[in-house]
Nanobody
Framework: QVQVVESGGGLVQAGGSLRLSCAAS????????MAWYRQAPGKQRELVAL???????NYADSVKGRFTISRNNAKNTIYLQMNRLKPEDTAVYFC???????????WGQGTQVTVSS
């Protein structure tokens, strides 16, 4: 069982910035990919950004140019730097870890991000 723990959410005004962190209890090299998802009230969960073991990054169109996903291999942690936040970015942000060998996915509990207008 891999533990996934998110942190860094909070309340920020539109135009502001936040950085989310996601720590996994597995070594980064046993992980195939890690990703950030978000779910707003009444909406489906959507992919925000993904980073593979090889370092490839993908972003949702709605966050390109504003959000950056990165990782610290030594800490088994990924980050989501969110700049120029908009009220529509308000959601619970979840971290997903996909294991390289088994393909199993592990999710964190989520962290709330609220952007006020």
């Amino acid at each position: 069982q891999v533990q996934v723990v998110e942190s860094g959410g909070g309340l920020v005004q539109a135009g502001g910035s936040l950085r989310l962190s996601c720590a996994a209890s597995a070594t980064i090299f046993s992980i195939n990919a890690m990703a950030w998802y978000r779910q707003a009230p009444g909406k489906q969960r959507e992919l925000v950004a993904l980073i593979t073991n090889g370092g490839s990054r993908n972003y949702a169109d709605s966050v390109k140019g504003r959000f950056t996903i990165s990782r610290n291999n030594a800490k088994n942690t990924i980050y989501l730097q969110m700049n120029r936040l908009k009220p529509e970015d308000t959601a619970v942000y979840f971290c997903r870890t996909t294991m390289r060998t088994s393909g199993l996915e592990y999710w964190g509990q989520g962290t709330q991000v609220t952007v006020s207008s």
